[in-house]
């Protein structure tokens, strides 16, 4: 499974950005798929996560009610809506694929990874 991570800029605070996550998976409904990110000298944290059909998604406190992950099996991709944004979001933006259908939050569970796609918040 590859996976491309794209749509990643600069945006001002307050402001929207949305990042897409194409996979290469056939057929891409067996996979559950994350969004973590990683910010300069912090550890990677989990955003969010879709199941397998969309219709069950988990976030971090930190972004909960300002992200919306969203997919489309039928074309291979995954979105992160992000509005609000905040300079603390700031952080290179990775998708990841994993076996289990269900969402989760734990990196050690995701197989496949995508090679980021970097998002600066200004304020």
């Known amino acids: 499974v590859q996976l491309q991570a794209s749509g990643g800029g600069l945006v001002q605070a307050g402001g929207s950005l949305r990042v897409s996550c194409a996979a290469s998976?056939?057929?891409?409904?067996?996979?559950?798929v994350g969004w973590f990110r990683q910010a300069p000298a912090k550890e990677r944290e989990f955003v969010a996560a879709?199941?397998?059909?969309?219709?069950?998604?988990i976030y971090a406190d930190s972004v909960k009610g300002r992200f919306t992950i969203s997919r489309e099996n039928a074309k291979n991709m995954v979105y992160l809506q992000m509005n609000s944004l905040k300079p603390e979001d700031t952080a290179v933006y990775y998708c990841?694929?994993?076996?289990?259908?269900?969402?989760?939050?734990?990196?050690?569970?995701?197989?496949?990874w995508g090679q980021g796609t970097l998002v600066t918040v200004s304020s």
């Open positions: 990841a694929a994993t076996g289990e259908l269900s969402a989760s939050s734990r990196a050690n569970l995701y197989d496949y």
């Open positions: 998976a056939r057929p891409f409904s067996r996979f559950a």
């Open positions: 879709v199941n397998w059909s969309g219709g069950d998604a």
